[in-house]
């Protein structure tokens, strides 16, 4: 089974609206990334957020994490249609070790 | 430009074939890595790789084996490729390790028939 898990699977909204992408991971991780990947590219880091910080923001995007909880969420304000894409995240844990989720697949309406 | 580059785009074999896919980093980076990523969009790390060091998946089939010239360069080749090797490769790069962000190319698509 995945060590990092995203949900929903599936989201829509319209653009202008905000949105939340969570993720739950299964192991003591060192830092958590949130990426993001557009159709046909590859993925693209937006925050790393290290074990022992709760919070990262970078401009529209707001990241959160609880260890306690083994869990992180990935607010999106002001919602473009530009930001449709697949969101991942992947944890860092043990030695070098990374994990992605499959994913949470964000569509914004016009 | 700084980045990181794949060559092919995409391929297409018959099963049993030999495939290598090119992968160039131009960001100074120390590590390289292979991801395979299914049509799930599940990413799964196949490859590590620095100056120093290789980690394996210890999952990877042993028809997968990296290649590498320098620090800027990781190949992937698959000898005699099955129809479950279908799907996106994508290279990526991290400064020192995987803690660091990790820059991707834009990946490379197989089809085996």
């Known amino acids: 089974s995945q060590l990092a898990e995203e949900n929903p699977w599936a989201l829509s909204v319209h653009e202008g609206e905000s949105v939340t992408v969570n993720c739950s991971y299964k192991t003591s991780i060192t830092a958590l990334q949130w990426y993001r990947q557009k159709s046909g590219e590859g993925p693209a880091q937006l925050i790393l957020?290290?074990?022992?910080?709760r919070e990262k923001r970078n401009g529209r995007l707001r990241a959160t994490l609880d260890t306690s909880s083994q869990s992180s969420s990935l607010s999106i304000t002001a919602t473009r249609c530009e930001d449709t894409a697949v969101y991942f995240c992947?944890?860092?844990?043990?030695?070098?070790?990374?994990?992605f989720g499959a994913g949470t697949k964000l569509t914004i309406k016009p | 430009e700084t980045a990181v580059f794949q060559t092919p785009n995409y391929h297409v074999t018959q099963v049993g074939n030999e495939v290598s896919f090119n992968c160039k980093q131009t960001?100074?980076?120390?590590?390289m890595y292979w991801y395979k990523q299914d049509s799930k969009k599940l990413l799964k790390i196949m490859f590590s790789y620095n100056n120093k060091q290789l980690i394996v998946n210890e999952t990877v089939p042993r028809r997968f084996s990296p290649q590498s010239s320098d620090k800027a360069h990781l190949n992937l080749r698959i000898k005699s490729v099955e129809p479950e090797d279908s799907a996106v490769y994508l290279c990526?790069?991290?400064?020192?390790?995987?803690?660091?962000?990790?820059?991707f190319g834009p990946g490379t698509r197989l089809t085996v028939l």
């Open positions: 960001l100074g980076h120390d590590t």
């Open positions: 992947a944890t860092n844990y043990g030695n070098e070790k990374i994990t």
């Open positions: 957020i290290r074990s022992n910080e």
């Open positions: 990526a790069s991290s400064l020192q390790g995987a803690r660091d962000e990790q820059y």
